[in-house]
């Protein structure tokens, strides 16, 4: 069972699929000619239809932007365009072979509502959509005359005709419903991921709260009550006194190893000094399981990449030791050109999933944001295998 929570990036969207492109014109009608012709005859009241929606929209919108209802107005008008171009790619999609991603949905979380506003109103593929809408009238009424009038007079060469006005639509629709560039798309991409990254360090600063009070904080409340006795009773009770000052002297040592736990949670301090292959020895050998680790790497990464290798084998390795039942594992960590790649692998049961409760999913998430790559091979029966990756960065702050 393989799974994946990857953040494509440029090329692997471009490499995704490529249009559908129909042969080359012919005398012939193929089903790429009628389609074409179809969708030729459609331009017309489709165009009509889009055209309407827009100019009533535009002029009711505009009309209205002296009251306090003409905005709200022209933006729900916006988010109507949005539909239009979303069923105009469809068609085009359906009959003309072009596949064009949906453009990213429009994020109205947080601010108030004229912010929402705003951003509604400012929306490039709304406009780019109400923009094409106008465009289509004029040419929808020029394709579907042509087209009808070459059907009984020009039929030999209505394959050629058909061809040439379709390109013409397939480069249009291109052009203006496409979304606006990748960068929008990786836009929107990371501030979905900004919003998984606050999450993550909310949930960690929970976390450490809660070790606190529960773990260091509380035994210092204890050491400090004790202490107060022991200071009291120091003079009438000295034997007593000396029983709750070694108490204490326990509560001490307990509470700081509380804290050193704590503080290698946060960071580690042999990660600090000494990088990724001594930190994760150290790692693999509070690991139940006898684990391999081999680290290759001509110079050290930046600092938050190697922090966030340290915790992904970190948290592999406790899933070993909790979920796997192996007898061995082994942990390997290389670069390939721009790339960070781990692998974490064990003979154990298998049947691990990112929906598991084995906290995969979430390892996942946090790899996806920083643009990383997350991927899990574990089948029934074992083995598991986990490969992970992350964008080189060294210290310098240079990719790779």
């Not at 539909?83 to 994020?107: D, F, K, N, Y």
């Not at 904080?217 to 006795?229: I, S």
Request: glycine share 10%; net charge neutral; with cysteine.
């Amino acid at each position: 069972m393989t799974q994946r929570i990857p953040s494509p990036g440029p090329a692997a969207r471009a490499a995704a699929g490529p249009d559908d492109r129909p042969p080359p014109a012919r005398l012939a009608y193929d089903r790429h000619t009628w389609k074409e012709i179809a969708h030729l005859l459609a331009n017309l009241p489709v165009a009509l239809l889009g055209f309407t929606y827009v100019v009533t929209m535009m002029s009711i919108g505009f009309g209205l932007t002296v009251t306090v209802v003409g905005f709200p107005l022209l933006a729900a008008g916006l988010v109507g365009a949005r539909q239009l171009g979303r069923m105009e790619r469809a068609r085009a999609r359906a009959l003309l072979g072009v596949r064009i991603e949906e453009p990213s949905r429009l994020r109205l979380r947080g601010g108030g509502f004229f912010q929402r506003l705003w951003m509604q109103l400012k929306d490039p593929v709304g406009w780019r959509t109400v923009l094409y809408e106008f465009i289509r009238l004029p040419w929808g009424v020029l394709t579907f005359t042509v087209t009808l009038a070459s059907l009984f007079v020009l039929w030999p060469v209505l394959p050629f005709i058909a061809r040439g006005l379709a390109n013409a639509d397939r480069a249009m629709v291109r052009a203006l419903l496409s979304p606006s560039d990748e960068l929008e798309r990786r836009i929107a991409e990371l501030e979905s991921d900004r919003g998984v990254v606050v999450d993550t360090a909310a949930a960690d600063l929970r976390r450490i709260e809660r070790d606190l009070h529960d773990g260091a904080q509380a035994r210092l409340v204890n050491l400090a009550m004790g202490l107060g006795l022991a200071k009291e009773k120091v003079l009438e009770d000295p034997d007593a006194a000396a029983a709750m000052v070694e108490e204490a002297h326990g509560e001490v040592k307990l509470a700081l190893q509380e804290l050193r736990h704590l503080a290698r949670g946060i960071h580690p301090a042999v990660l600090t000094d000494r990088g990724l292959d001594a930190a994760l020895s150290s790692v693999a050998s509070r690991c139940t399981v006898p684990v391999k680790v081999t680290v290759d790497l001509p110079q050290r990464p930046a600092a938050a990449i190697e922090g966030i290798a340290y915790f992904t084998v970190s948290e592999l390795l406790q899933n070993v030791s909790k979920h796997s039942g192996a007898k061995s594992a082994s942990v390997e960590v290389w670069r390939s050109n721009t790339r960070l790649l781990i692998q974490v692998w064990d003979d154990g049961v298998g049947g691990a999933s990112l929906d598991g409760g084995t906290g995969m999913k979430g390892l996942a998430e946090r790899l996806d944001a920083v643009d990383g790559l997350f991927v899990l091979d574990s089948p029934a029966g074992g083995p598991t295998t986990v490969t992970a990756e992350l964008p080189w960065r060294d210290r310098s702050g240079a990719r790779g």
